[in-house]
Nanobody
Framework: QVQLVESGGGLVQAGGSLRLSCAAS????????MGWFRQAPGKEREFVAA????????YYAHSVKGRFTISRDNAKNTVYLQMNSLKPEDTAVYYC???????????????WGQGTQVTVSS
């Protein structure tokens, strides 16, 4: 059974930084591609970033490219999302996901975490 547990969310002022963590159990993060998504109130869940299992290639939504960085620590079986220069429009619940089945940008992932709230104040 794969479990993903996110942490690191919180309240931050615009321009600030946060680092989200996604701790995995039941599966090693080195053997599966991982993604981060977010969902703001009243909006659909949207792709944020992904990292490919085979070569650590990374993929980003246009809205976060240059500000967010996805990475993984195989020894800790954890995937991170470093978020810099945060904007109020980044406010959302952020979800970690594993095992994409229809490419990295789709929400068709096999496993999801419970989400962590990120709130950016202006």
């Amino acid at each position: 059974q794969v479990q993903l547990v996110e942490s690191g969310g919180g309240l931050v002022q615009a321009g600030g930084s946060l680092r989200l963590s996604c701790a995995a159990s039941g599966r090693t993060v080195s053997s599966t591609s991982m993604g981060w998504f977010r969902q703001a109130p009243g909006k659909e869940r949207e792709f944020v970033a992904a990292i490919r299992w085979s070569d650590d290639s990374t993929y980003y939504a246009h809205s976060v490219k240059g500000r967010f960085t996805i990475s993984r620590d195989n020894a800790k079986n954890t995937v991170y999302l470093q978020m810099n220069s945060l904007k109020p429009e980044d406010t959302a619940v952020y979800y970690c996901a594993a095992d994409p089945t229809e490419g990295y940008y789709s929400t068709a992932y096999g496993h999801w975490g419970q989400g962590t709230q990120v709130t950016v104040s202006s």
